[in-house]
DNA sequence: GCCTGTGAAGGCATTCACAGCA
DNA sequence: TGCTGTGAATGCCTTCACAGGC
């Protein structure tokens, strides 16, 4: 399943050039071999067809449907650094189905100004725009010392997904979903290769 | 092996309290089972002692030697927007062994001003310095468009690890290790789960 | 008694290989 | 002939359970 999305950025990046494609072609786009690819998409149903391949349009719709991109989730972001302003101009959320509807921050230097025509607002404010935006997703940018924090007022307010970019192992009621992304981790794994391989 | 930045992360976090630690307090810690805990660290050699627990002093220095933490890593940043910005100025990379000793990016407009006490140079500027720094890590937070050639750059220069950020599947001749860290992936392994949920 | 280290069992993901259909 | 769909085989990771030391 952690494939999907994957697949799914190879098909966008095919353009409008191809109109059908082998289990082959895209396992070489996507860096994986043909049989993964097959058997990933025989999950969603038998959409190939047998000497030919997979119709592009007719397999984007598809994955787009098993991950639940056929309509749009409301994300709120707290912590407007670097990073939360980054992914608040990240222009590959709009045309994915993800739509920035708050952006959060008690640094009162910050509150008030537009990011990406987004006005941030004061933390006091989260638990209000989470209820009538009906947000889905919350994204957490703060320095590691708020996070917790931040993550227990998202789950108050309702929220359950959250992303974290916080350097900190978070814990979260049962219910909510909990991803992180840590810049070291990554880092650390390069780290292992290189070692490993006597660099 | 995945797993040992994430211990690594607890046992920092866990302050100057406590100078030994049980498989399942760090369990704990890091939302995994104590099982999994033993079985990771004891490829690391039996450093656990029965009846007690690990020494978490020794043991964070085991895992940093696995990992390769035990030296400096040289970095290198290309694409200085705000996620560029964000990770030359993130704090947990000096105190990790990281060490950003350039930044590139081609707008002229942002040429020669610093970011973090480090000057943003040129493009052809990177094939020198990576090699007279001998960095180790190439990490790509430019637009999509640019960031195959950035690669390629970088691999050609010598870099044997590249982290990638731009939303763009890579390509990499053999022995380049690569990475990448893809934010709208996230969000849509979040969607699925919240798809999936029934929300 | 407590907690690690580790065989054994179980489950999941990947790969193989080929039947089946256009 | 070409490429999908899928059982079977393989390998890997996780979990269980407990023997072995402190």
Redesign the interface.
């Known amino acids: 399943?952690?494939r999907?999305?994957?697949y799914?950025?190879?098909l966008e990046?095919l353009g409008t050039g191809n109109t059908r494609i082998s289990s082959d072609q895209l396992a070489e786009?996507?860096?994986v071999t043909s049989a993964k690819v097959r058997k990933d998409l025989s999950f969603l149903g038998s959409y190939g067809v047998r000497g030919v391949g997979y119709e592009v349009e007719h397999l984007r719709f598809q994955i787009e449907g098993?991950?639940?991109?056929s309509r749009d989730?409301a994300?709120v972001i707290v912590g407007v650094?670097?990073?939360g302003?980054?992914?608040a101009?990240?222009g590959?959320?709009p045309n994915?189905?993800?739509k920035v509807v708050g952006l959060f921050d008690d640094d009162s230097a910050k509150v008030g100004k537009k990011v990406a025509g987004t006005e941030i607002l004061p933390m006091r404010r989260l638990n209000g725009v989470v209820k009538s935006t009906k947000a889905?997703?919350g994204v957490i940018t703060t320095p590691t010392a708020a996070a917790q924090d931040v993550a227990d007022r998202l789950a108050n307010a309702g929220i359950?997904?959250i992303?974290n970019f916080a350097?900190?192992?978070l814990?979260v009621q049962e219910g909510v979903?909990l991803?992180r992304?840590?810049?070291?981790?990554?880092?650390?794994?390069?780290?292992?290769?290189?070692?490993?391989?006597g660099?």
Chains 1, 2 share one sequence.
């Open positions: 399943m952690q999907l999305p994957l799914l950025r190879c990046d786009m996507a860096n098993a991950l639940g991109l989730w994300v650094g670097n990073l302003r980054a992914l101009n990240y590959g959320f994915r189905g993800f889905d997703i359950k997904s992303l350097p900190q192992v814990k979903e991803r992304v840590d810049l070291s981790t990554e880092l650390q794994v390069l780290s292992f290769y290189l070692h490993r391989a660099h």
